[in-house]
């Protein structure tokens, strides 16, 4: 009853605090809303100051030295990249060790040997790819042309690349049989055998995009060798490809380790499965978390980037060909002037340190994704463990308070000892021993449960705090909930008055071409009136033509022809008369 009322108390008190709180919450959403309206305005001033900002540095400003910028980005990810298939290289050998035979019970397989023999000489050719890679970022400066053709040390990237994916064509064979010599193992079920081969695909599609990744890779180091070995046109091709390579080989490590984490899923349901073999998966999964992540960060930074990578470079306005090595210099020259020039003025913010805010900002964005997917997974390890250290916790109590009874157990057995050997009666001795023993086990148990009971009341108070804590925030989320619900129901509004306008345009375009179809045809009818009208009259023209001609021949036709054959019919009839007259006399 005493608790009862202490909770009732509790509870009133936490009304009024709540009620309080309520009308904060009141005050805090007019405020948001407020603030809200002025981060719009702001944000429309800000980009229309922006557009207005990029219109002006692309009409004046004839340079842009983001090349640095954009190669410690690709630095950092390249470093990450490399960590993380370090990890899961390791750690696949550490599980081939383990799992389906423990090496240090029994030897494993001749297969599994070689597989991690190699396994264990990855490092030889995982870290070579930083290290290139940190020499071309350190050879690009601000007092160099970057475009491909300039670019050296690209070549030593590309040949360690080729090196890393032979390496993995290497192993292939090898990851393979592995699997399928788990899934021969006498233990392995239906559904893990399913897994294995699906992780065989995998890790057949994943060496195939690294062995087109270094195709693209090899493609952009050749003009470092022999600037007319490929022609400007197709860098933006290869560039492209590139970029769609690297998101394949996301979206191939994402699905594997996906059907990873269901494999380690299916195997703790096992009865075999040591904690060894448990870590181990643990940290391959982590290792996996972490490639997913570095992969995704890399194929985002390069799509964004991808019209960077693809611009023909330090070039005269308009033109698509290259600068040779005067215009360069000369270039390099007028860009130390203007930045002297632009540094004289003092900047509101200086320009270095926007350029490591922009990369902060950038990395942060595009790494969220992969710390959300971090996070989750360690709350679920943390969940798991929590619930192994109850387990295990009690258990040590348990063991603890067994312990206490068997060093007293053992201590009242020395002095029935010593009692027996000084000439203590037989019976008595014996009704001592066994009343003492039930006794022992009357307390032990009474303890046991004493002990358990402990035990699950300080968890329920436990559990009791972190409800209300889970209560506290689900307010707060119903709350920042329903602000989003308002902001969804602006944004429609808005939506719905853009389409209105949109639909408007659509209109409007849809008359404007009505109106040009039927000013064309007037124009096409016109034209073909006035075609019909110049045939008609070259008709007639030709006609005439050929009546003057023909009146022409004939003319000359009577004056040279007609008037001698008259005249020769006139003399062939006179003396046709002649003889038809000395005939009839005859």
């Keep these: 009853m005493e608790t009862i009322e202490r909770l009732q108390s509790d509870k009133a008190r936490l009304e009024v605090k709540a009620q309080a709180l309520e009308r904060e919450a009141k005050e805090c959403r007019m405020r948001t809303e407020e603030c809200q309206q002025q981060l719009r305005r702001c944000q429309s001033e800000l980009s229309r100051q922006v557009k207005q900002?990029?219109?002006?540095?692309?009409?004046?400003?004839?340079?842009?030295?983001?090349?640095?910028?954009?190669?410690?980005?690709?630095?950092?990810?390249?470093?990450?990249?490399?960590?993380?298939?370090?990890?899961?290289?390791?750690?696949?050998?550490?599980?081939?060790?383990?799992?389906?035979?423990?090496?240090?019970?029994?030897?494993i397989s001749p297969l599994n040997q070689k597989f991690s023999q190699y396994l264990h000489e990855n490092a030889a050719y995982v870290r070579p790819l930083e290290d290139s890679f940190l020499q071309l970022y350190q050879s690009i400066t601000e007092d160099t042309v970057t475009v491909l053709e300039t670019v050296v040390k690209l070549k030593s990237f590309a040949d360690h690349f080729s090196s890393y994916t032979s390496f993995l064509l290497k192993i292939l064979p090898y990851q393979l049989r592995s699997l399928e010599e788990e899934s021969e193992a006498p233990l392995c079920t239906a559904a893990l055998t399913v897994k294995n081969q699906e992780l065989k695909s995998d890790m057949k599609r994943v060496t195939s995009v690294f062995q087109k990744l270094q195709s693209y890779i090899n493609l952009l180091a050749l003009p470092s060798v022999r600037q007319d070995a490929m022609p400007q046109s197709s860098i933006s091709a290869v560039f492209t490809q590139l970029s769609a390579g690297l998101h394949s080989l996301h979206d191939a490590i994402k699905e594997m380790s996906k059907h990873y984490n269901q494999k380690a899923s299916i195997e703790q349901e096992l009865p075999t499965v040591t904690q060894k073999l448990s870590t181990t998966t643990e940290c391959l999964l982590g290792s996996l978390g972490s490639l997913t992540s570095s992969t995704g960060k890399i194929a985002t930074f390069f799509s964004n980037n991808l019209d960077f990578f693809t611009s023909s470079g330090y070039c005269p306005r308009g033109s698509t060909v290259a600068l040779n090595p005067l215009q360069a210099e000369s270039m390099l020259a007028n860009k130390k002037k203007a930045s002297a020039y632009i540094s004289v003025r003092p900047p509101s913010v200086p320009y270095r340190e926007a350029l490591a805010n922009r990369r902060i900002l950038t990395s942060s964005t595009e790494s969220r994704e992969g710390l959300t997917q971090q996070v989750q997974q360690s709350q679920e390890k943390i969940a798991r463990l929590e619930q192994e250290k109850e387990h295990w916790l009690l258990e040590a109590q348990l063991g603890k308070v067994r312990l206490e009874k068997e060093n007293q157990r053992i201590a009242d057995l020395e002095a029935q000892l010593a009692a027996t050997l000084a000439g203590s009666p037989h019976l008595q001795t014996a009704a001592a021993s066994s009343l003492t023993q039930s006794h022992e086990e009357v307390g032990d148990e009474e303890s046991r449960e004493q002990l358990i009971k402990t035990h699950y009341m300080a968890r329920v108070g436990e559990l009791t705090t972190q409800l209300q804590i889970s209560d506290s925030k689900a307010v707060h989320f119903h709350s920042e909930c329903r602000a989003l619900a308002k902001r969804l129901t602006i944004a429609e509004k808005s939506r719905e008055t853009l389409s209105d306008e949109v639909k408007q345009a659509n209109k409007n375009i849809t008359r404007l071409q009505d109106e040009l179809a039927t000013t064309k045809r007037s124009y096409e009818d016109q034209l073909s009136m006035m075609s019909d009208h110049l045939c008609s009259m070259n008709e007639t023209l030709s006609k005439q033509r050929e009546e003057i001609d023909t009146l022409k021949l004939g003319a000359c036709f009577r004056a040279h022809v007609l008037m001698p054959a008259c005249t020769q019919m006139a003399a062939r009839r006179e003396s046709a008369g002649l003889n038809m007259l000395v005939i009839s006399r005859w």
């Excluded at 219109?55 to 910028?69: A, G, H, L, R």
């Excluded at 990249?81 to 550490?94: C, D, G, I, K």
């Design 53 to 107: 900002s990029s219109s002006v540095i692309q009409e004046k400003v004839p340079f842009n030295d983001t090349s640095e910028d954009v190669a410690g980005q690709a630095l950092s990810f390249i470093q990450d990249l490399v960590a993380a298939l370090l990890n899961f290289h390791s750690y696949t050998e550490q599980r081939v060790h383990i799992y389906p035979l423990d090496s240090s019970i029994e030897p």
